[in-house]
């Protein structure tokens, strides 16, 4: 096994989260963000999954992550796989769970430098 030390202040770690807030450090996210390991865009306008099919997430795109992690306060419906049409043509694996699973399963991927992307949905 292969191991990296990890500098906090470089890498957005999950420092802390609950039902209305995720923490990066000192930073405290209340409102649907995205977290990518050195980026963070904050209060973007998405309030369940239906909404990524309408949005603009380019953003999402530019980091060209491998993995697309959906995290959400409250239960999402998933309608089937046209939901996630944009990710399945670029190759990016989603998943889709509730925010604390999301949380830590974000901080196992960035410890392990995979290309990752936590979509917090508040």
Excluded: W
Aim: charged share 25%.
């Amino acid at each position: 096994m292969k191991f990296h030390e990890i500098k906090s202040d470089e890498i957005n770690l999950i420092t802390a989260y609950s039902d209305s807030s995720v923490s990066i450090g000192n930073k405290i996210i209340t409102q649907s963000s995205v977290i990518f390991p050195e980026t963070l865009i904050q209060n973007i306008l998405i309030d369940e999954i239906d909404d990524l099919k309408q949005k603009k997430i380019n953003e999402i795109f530019d980091y060209s992550p491998e993995i697309i992690l959906i995290g959400s306060v409250k239960p999402q419906k998933i309608t089937g796989p046209d939901q996630f049409k944009n990710f399945n043509d670029k190759n990016i694996s989603v998943e889709v769970m509730d925010l604390k699973a999301a949380c830590r399963t974000f901080n196992i991927l960035i410890s392990e430098q995979r290309k990752v992307a936590l979509l917090l949905i508040f």
